[in-house]
């Protein structure tokens, strides 16, 4: 059975912080289409998602279940110091997106070899994916890479040694 007072809640607490559907979903990591249904309910919430939306918006979650409480709930500094090391991220990798691109419109792909044109776009690539994550995912993907290179310099170690 759908709650439609959680989906109004829902709807509630996009208007309160001023976000487009479209905002509001990237925010939570979801496309426009799943915030309308949520808001027009066409679909169950789901748990996870309450809880999800919940922290990313400091959402009372008992108020979004039952209606009872205040709407938000006050952050402890450290969590407001969370938050804007968070945004100061999205922010950095928002301003290094910006610049890659730039740089590459820049310089003339037909002064660069193929190579360069191709790690280039691998950059910019990665970069687009990097930044539709979410900071929590970003630290994850930033420690997996960091394990791959280690692997990859012991790789190169060892078929150096085996010459």
Not at 84 to 101: F, G, P, Q, W
Request: charged share 30%; proline share 1%; aromatic share 6%.
């Amino acid at each position: 059975m759908i709650n439609m007072k959680i989906n109004k809640r829902i709807k509630e607490i996009r208007e309160n912080i001023n976000l487009s559907q479209q905002k509001f979903g990237e925010k939570l990591g979801v496309s426009r289409d799943v915030i309308s249904n949520i808001e027009n309910n066409r679909v169950e919430v789901k748990t996870v998602f309450i809880t999800h939306m919940c922290e990313v918006f400091s959402v009372n979650q008992e108020w979004l279940e039952t209606g009872m409480g205040e709407i938000f709930v006050e952050l402890s500094e450290k969590d407001k110091i969370k938050q804007v090391e968070s945004k100061l991220k999205e922010a950095d990798s928002n301003l290094l997106n910006t610049i890659l691109l730039l740089t590459n419109i820049a310089i003339s792909k037909d002064k660069l070899n193929k190579k360069e044109i191709d790690r280039n776009e691998k950059c910019i690539e990665l970069i687009n994916f990097f930044i539709q994550l979410t900071p929590d995912f970003q630290n994850y993907i930033l420690q997996q890479i960091k394990e791959l290179q280690k692997l990859q310099t012991s790789f190169i170690k060892g078929v150096k040694n085996r010459k």
